[in-house]
């Protein structure tokens, strides 16, 4: 086991931060009164694929964070980086045609790395606001070719694109909608390649056949000449971790090329050697329309996303704007220099670092983590590419009946992994996600397989989990 930093930089005591963190922190997607009567777990360091609490508790963290820390905890060459460019130049808006080098060499790498159809970067702070700056200036596209009726956005049921006002419309996420008055009238979903619960079976063709077909004819439906995009994760993440057949992206751009709209690639967590690959459309090939992207972007070493777009949209845009007068969309902390660097190091890492390498050799050991854990009575599928996965839990291995909510399973099993030293995400549907960062060694795989299986086992061994399976 790799040994942490076990030095603290808290000023209060513990208690006094727990507290202040319970009467004053609002924390993100989280029942307010459930997190007031539980407290916070509070994390105090990392180091690989390591964490550690403010008890002394180690975890093997088999999530990376928030799906984000794909370089792994303690990179001293990104901190190095922030750093310098903190002490050279903390701070350069891209206001008043101001910049600086860490952006624009940034912005050419990822050009670089990205599908060829993308030539052009504006950098956010999240995927949210990547998710939510495409559409802006897809509404601002239309409006330049004189499609302002095009209106209407689909994307997947399940789908995960953020929790801006807009692209919390596009997930498809009951919690991102209730009480915020979503989705929206122009906001529509066709079904996921949801291969284990598909209504056409698991046959890969016919699951890419059964989603062409349903976009055409919500295309249809709506009016092709109503339809801006559509939205889609080459994998889907907080949606349960849905792996399409492979062709089905390539299928569902190629759908959205002949119905003239755009096809947007949602890589926020899919990207930077996630599925394999730096960006999961270089699988299949596929160049969008537009991408987003996040997470391993920095590594979640500090915020930034980015949105890419073709050059026809952009020179549509630039051509379509009356002379001298900007495209009104902007933020102060877009092309953050700090940011810049640290993204340029982290990409450096994954390159020149050989974590790309690894995660992609280690990538084997992972998915035979899950596969043998697919006989266990808890598990009705194991899926996998690349280092995202998850294992889908049910009461009933043949029916694929999900467990009853108001065992409130998917916490219960969160906490028994937290205690046997494991880090994932529970989804309330129980479904267990799973992204190692990629700095990930066959030993650690090794362990995890054997935490994670002690984990099912003490669930199955609760009286009402096993009444539940009986």
Known sequence: MSALASSSHLSLPQTSALELDREHLIHPVSSWRAHEKRGATLLQSGKGAWLRDTEGHELLDAFAGLWCVNAGYGQESVVQAATEQMRKLPYATGYFHFGSEPAARLAAKLVDLAPPSLQHVYFTLSGSDAVEAAVRLIAQYNHARGQTQRRHFISLERGYHGSSFFGAGLTALPAFHRGFGLPLPEQHYIASPYAYRSAVGSDPLAIISASVAELRATVQQIGQDKVAAFFCEPVQGSGGVIVPPEGWLKAMRQACRELGILFVADEVITGFGRTGPMFACEAEGVDPDMMTMAKGLTSGYVPMGAMLMSDEIYQTIADGAP????????????????????????????????????????????????????????????????????????????????????????????????????????????????????????????????????????????????????
């Open 323 to 470: 002379a001298g007068v900007p495209i009104g969309h902007g933020t102060t902390y877009s092309a953050h220099p700090v940011s810049a660097a640290v993204g340029l190091e982290v990409i450096r890492l994954y390159e020149e670092g050989g974590l790309l390498a690894n995660g992609q050799a280690m990538a084997p050991h992972f998915a035979r983590v899950l596969a043998n854990l697919a006989d266990h009575p808890l598990v009705g599928e194991a899926r996998q590419r690349g280092l995202l996965g998850a294992l889908e839990l049910v009461s009933n291995k043949q029916t694929k009946a999900r467990f009853d909510p108001a065992l409130g399973l998917a916490d219960r099993v969160f906490a028994t992994g937290y205690r046997n030293g494991l880090v994932f995400r529970s989804f309330g549907d129980n479904i267990l996600g799973f992204a190692p960062a990629l700095c990930f060694t066959a030993e650690e795989f090794e362990l995890m397989a054997a935490r994670l299986r002690k984990t099912l086992d003490d669930v199955l061994d609760f009286a009402d989990v096993r009444r539940a399976t009986a």
